[in-house]
Antibody, heavy 120, light 107 residues
């Protein structure tokens, strides 16, 4: 299993960014996928989860209405579109693979993360 | 929302020690509890799911127990590579939530 995030970078407050997570080594469509973030020096915060076939999506209240998660089960890519970014969104963003296709599944593998920095 | 409380927030231990970390949920979560290890500058690594089942490849020195609201992670024979921060997480209901972490330091 390999998960590789990309798309992070420096963005101004109010701006947008799109993160991607390229997956390999497993049957992508059989696993729910999640985004988890970690602000510098802080703990882990769940952001969003999408079921294996994309029919169920969940968001943390802190990002609801601003972030959109999606997946392409042909290209094996998980995406996170982030709009109206604020300083509170500055964090390392990790994608995590679920143990099965349902949204409430444990995580078994994590990507290495990509850093998003929002400047004011 | 379910709150996850870990204790202690940090501990100092010596190589060879056995340590126990506690995680308490604000309401019952059955056994929908996972543990992760994170080293500085690295991604989290999954250790345990279902409160007590080891992820593939995780050594038997790690063990988890508990059900309902109270859970523990025990690490036996602590080695230099085990010094890290450990997080619990409930996946019983959304929003899924993590404990604040326990930093295991070398004494």
């Amino acid at each position: 299993v390999h998960l590789l995030e990309s798309g992070g970078g420096l963005v101004q407050r109010g701006g947008s960014l799109r993160l991607s997570c390229a997956a390999s080594g497993f049957t992508f469509g059989t696993s729910a996928m999640s985004w988890v973030r970690q602000a510098p020096g802080k703990g882990l915060e769940w952001v969003s989860t999408i079921s294996g076939h994309g029919e169920t999506i969940k968001y943390a209240d802190s990002v609801k209405g601003r972030f959109t998660v999606s997946r392409d089960n042909v290209k094996n890519v998980l995406s996170l579109q982030m709009n109206d970014l604020s300083a509170e969104d500055t964090a390392h963003y990790f994608c995590a693979k679920g143990t099965y296709s349902g949204v409430l599944s444990a995580f078994d593998f994590w990507g290495q993360g990509t850093l998003v920095t929002v400047s004011s | 929302d379910i709150q996850m409380t870990q204790s202690p927030s940090s501990l100092s231990a010596s190589v060879g020690d056995r340590v126990t970390i506690t995680c308490r949920a604000s309401q019952g979560i059955s056994n929908y509890l996972a543990w992760f290890q994170q080293k500085p500058g690295k991604a989290p690594k999954s250790l345990i799911y279902g409160a007590s089942s080891l992820q593939s490849g995780v050594p038997l020195k790690f063990s988890g127990s508990g059900s309902g609201t109270d859970f523990t992670l025990t690490i036996s024979d602590l080695q230099p590579e085990d010094f890290a921060t450990y997080y619990c997480q409930q996946y019983f209901s959304f929003p899924v939530s993590f404990g604040g972490g326990t930093e295991v330091e070398i004494k």
